[in-house]
């Protein structure tokens, strides 16, 4: 019987485990990196999300891994050349987070320009300061997506209910939806708002850094759902310090998850009211984990060659 690992198993219902055990022996449990260097030696599938790194070195560890399962879109938390080389198949979700991280996009959005997140510390302070929270407000305004995939135009469309002019940026995608800009520089100049929802590749690592945030607006606002390598941190946190740009919330970082309290990130958070910070959260509501586990254990019965209905 196939081996399984499930190294996230909080985010797993009964009813994708029950799938899962349908096709295998099934171990479900939080594993530390060097747990994880002893135990992958012995399965042959492993079930992961985001905050298990699979890189070489482990890959190299795994001595019978033909399967790994992602339930994620992005896969830059394995190395997939490793993969590839050691024989390992791997697969991962096309669409399912696509609403969530939209949803939670704009919800950033109207938390950051309405100061919503100091604004309820302030009062959960017993304070009543209502002048040092006064807003932005988004109808009329314009917002830049930078990645015009299945969430940058969910987001499109949710901006427009906003009544928010939209443009976007994507060398490889034509849309009809709204006005594509011919440069990231254009976008940036423009938007009052950003929103980045590209893949994480050699082009886009870095790609919005000192240079690209001396371009935006001085009161323009930047979200990143997307992946944390896409904004160069200390750009980032010297254009927020010095007023360059208003405001950035950020839901995804290079390195996560963020435990450590000195993080440039959390410490820049916990002193200034211009930046929010979220643990990964785009996908993470109730229906979307559902599916999206059930849809990865069915996915996983089929390549183990159990059929639909094994």
């Known amino acids: 019987m196939h081996r399984i690992l499930v190294t996230e198993p909080e985010y797993l219902s009964e009813e994708a485990l029950g799938v899962l055990r349908s096709v295998g022996d099934v171990t479900a449990k939080r594993v530390s990196r060097k747990e994880l260097e002893h135990i992958i030696r012995d399965v042959d599938v492993i079930f992961v999300r985001v905050d298990t790194k699979l890189d070489a070195r482990m890959l190299e560890l795994a001595g019978r891994l033909k399967l790994i399962a ?6 830059n938390h394995i190395d997939l050349e490793a993969a590839k080389k050691k024989g390992i198949k791997v697969i991962n979700l096309h669409g399912t987070h696509t609403v969530p991280t939209a949803e939670h996009t704009m919800a950033l959005i109207l938390a ?3 100061n919503i997140p100091w604004a309820y510390d302030n009062i959960r302070q ?4 209502r ?7 988004l109808n009329g305004k314009t917002l830049g997506i930078i990645g015009m995939g299945r969430i940058g135009s969910q987001v499109a469309r949710y901006a427009k209910a906003f009544g928010m002019r939209v443009v976007a940026y994507d060398p490889y995608v034509k849309s009809s939806e709204v006005a594509m800009m011919e440069s990231l520089d254009k976008l940036l100049r423009e938007a009052d708002v950003i929103t980045i929802h590209t893949m994480l590749t050699h082009e886009t690592r870095g790609m919005i850094g000192q240079k690209q945030l001396a371009e935006m607006k001085r009161d323009a606002l930047i979200i990143n759902t997307a992946r ?3 904004i160069d941190i200390p750009s980032l946190l010297s254009a927020l310090e010095s007023g360059r740009i208003a405001g950035a919330a950020l839901d995804v970082f290079a390195n996560e998850p963020v435990e450590d309290e000195n993080d440039l990130l959390v410490k820049f958070a916990r002193e200034h009211r211009n930046l929010i910070i979220t643990p990964h ?3 993470s509501t109730k229906e979307s984990v ?8 069915m996915a996983v019965r089929k390549e183990l060659g159990a059929g639909a209905n094994g």
Do not use: C, D
């Not at 002048?131 to 407000?137: C, E, M, Q, S, V």
């Not at 559902?290 to 254990?297: D, H, T």
């Open 126 to 129: 017993g304070r009543w300061e």
């Open 131 to 137: 002048y040092k929270f006064i807003g932005k407000l």
């Open 290 to 297: 559902r599916e999206a586990n059930l849809e990865m254990a």
């Open 228 to 230: 944390g390598e896409i």
């Open 281 to 283: 959260l785009g996908a």
């Open 70 to 75: 992602s339930v994620t879109t992005g896969l």
């Open 112 to 114: 950051l320009s309405r």
